[in-house]
């Protein structure tokens, strides 16, 4: 784990760092690798035969339902064009 | 005065509703505490409270809990009001619709009157990772009220109102009733409806009931619990069978625990016996991977979930000019996350990340399987398992400079419980100092309503009671 690989996740999870932040999260990151490191024992092919929730996969009808006007789901965003009809956003080209 | 005590005497009308949640309005709005983000319009709760005493004249109440008053963590919706989850990132929204558990509770006569203070989206053990202020423990001010339901088991410690909603994920539920010294109850995974609770660690998070006494908890819960068609996940407590009369310690968390929350455990013990149980052993040997297990897979789903706060679709907006729409949302993110989330986000990006999703991930989802199995098989032998709910008492506020893994470690009584999806109860006991610790009870998968109700007897013959 280096300065590399913080500014790589950092990219990924699409989150700024200052330079301060970029120092801490690799002693953070450093020290839970050890941390994670209580699991390296531990084979995921022999995964015992007891299994629940955790590997259910829930579905239900694709049914379209209408509670909400569109409205009412867009005043939360940051930011809208006059008649609501876009969300702006930086140009791509 | 308990739950059922207040809905006793609403029923014979020695109480009355508006003047129950005036009451509560009124300590909420005078609160020294830090416990809410923000309270309820007074004109909107005062109108509920006029209707529930209506229904109490006609004799036409909706429930037992008809007309008394709630508090709800800030990353449940309620309708119209605000919800930040803690975070500056949410400054700004309003819910456009209640969660299901808050509807069941207003369509039953339950009536808001705040929303409660929380670390930030729920990450964090103390409520001082709020953006806003931190919260403080009503009864015992110098330590923190613990989290990240801290707001809420705040506002009943203080006794502003009767229950409140919060959430857990890890713990956020039972920790901070152990260290407010009143009953929290983390339900079945999937026994209440997450509808309206702002997404976490979807796996583990359960919406869950802070009250002075389990019994109040399974009022609640008779009313938020069960199959919702706006959660997949959601179920019907399926038909437990009865809890058989033996319980075991669960040594493995005996052991890690500090000397007074193992007198605690002590007391439950020998009142469990009391109570008829004969105590058996367990092993519960995968319990020591469930840390490392625990924060890899909730981060790694946090990193997932939050991922929606952009300043685009959701949360504030970087003000200054951005070369692209990626750039534009990492500073938005960079700008609005606090410390813990951007911790906890960058570690869960980075255990899904390629090379490492084989070495951690998986590992840790395996961690779980067996841990959960560890339980099945447990419960085939005991039908519950006690625990202290923290290794120790609550820590003095204003603490700093602990390396994040250390307080990670303290999370070690609860998340074993969330990983296995089980229901857990903590009942609050008191150390030889007068300060607060809890006992966790712990039962098989929708066993709720039994566990609840051997809890209030545990409850009512503390020697502290």
Sequence with gaps: MDHKDIERISALSRVKLSEEEKEMFLEDMISFAGFAEELSGLDPDKIPAYSDHINVSFMREDSAKTRYTREDMLKNAPALSIDWSMIPVPKVL | ?465
């Design chain 2, 1 to 465: 005065m308990t739950l059922k005590t207040i809905s006793e005497k609403l029923a014979v009308k020695e109480l009355s509703p508006v003047e129950l949640v005036a009451e509560a309005l009124d300590k909420a709005e005078k609160d020294g505490f830090g416990c809410y983000i923000s309270t309820v319009d007074r004109d909107r709760a005062l109108k509920s409270a006029v209707e529930s005493e209506d229904r109490y004249i006609s004799k036409k109440p909706l429930s037992p809990l008809d007309g008394i008053p709630f508090a709800v963590k800030d990353n449940i919706l309620v309708s119209g009001m605000r919800m930040t989850c803690g975070s500056r990132m949410l400054e700004d929204f309003t819910a456009p619709y209640d969660a299901s558990a808050v509807k069941r509770l207003t369509d039953a006569g339950c009536v808001v009157i705040g929303k409660t203070n929380l670390d930030e989206f729920g990450m964090g053990s103390s409520t001082e990772n709020s953006a806003f202020f931190p919260t403080r423990n009503p009864r015992y001010p110098d330590r923190v009220p613990g989290g990240s339901s801290g707001g809420s088991a705040a506002a009943v410690s203080a006794g502003h109102v009767p229950f409140a909603l919060g959430s857990d994920t890890g713990g956020s539920v039972r920790q901070p009733a152990a260290f407010c010294g009143i009953c929290g109850l983390k339900p079945t995974y999937g026994s209440v409806s997450r509808y309206g609770l702002t997404g976490f660690a979807s796996s583990l998070d359960v919406i869950g009931i802070l009250a002075d006494d389990p019994e109040g908890c399974s009022t609640v819960y008779d009313i938020i619990s069960g199959k919702d068609e706006f959660d997949a996940t959601s179920h019907d407590l399926n038909d437990a069978e009865a809890i058989p009369r033996t319980f075991a310690v669960c040594e493995e968390l005996y052991s890690a625990a500090d000397e007074d929350q193992r007198r605690a455990v002590d007391e439950c013990s020998v009142i469990l016996q009391e109570l008829g149980f004969r105590r058996v052993s367990v092993s519960l040997s995968s319990i020591q991977y469930s840390i490392p297990a625990y924060y890899i897979i909730s981060s790694a789903e946090a990193s997932s979930n939050l991922a929606r706060f952009d300043g685009i679709r959701y949360g504030k907006r970087h003000e200054e000019a951005s070369d692209s729409t990626d750039d534009l949302v990492s500073k938005s993110r960079g700008e609005y996350l606090g410390i813990e989330v951007k911790r906890r986000t960058l570690l869960g990006c980075y255990a899904l990340s390629a090379g490492q999703r084989e070495d951690w991930y998986q590992k840790a989802m395996t961690a779980r399987k067996m841990i959960a199995a560890d339980f099945a098989s447990a419960f085939k032998n005991c039908g519950i398992i006690i625990a202290p709910t923290a290794p120790s008492v609550p820590p003095v506020a204003g603490r700093t400079n602990i390396p994040p893994v250390e307080i990670y470690r303290s999370d070690i009584m609860t998340v074993p419980a969330s990983l296995a999806g089980i229901p857990a109860v903590s009942i609050p006991f008191e150390t030889q100092d007068h300060l607060p610790t809890g006992v966790q009870i712990m039962s098989s998968k929708d066993g709720d309503k039994e566990l609840l109700s051997v809890s209030q007897k545990i409850y009512s013959m503390r020697k502290d009671s």
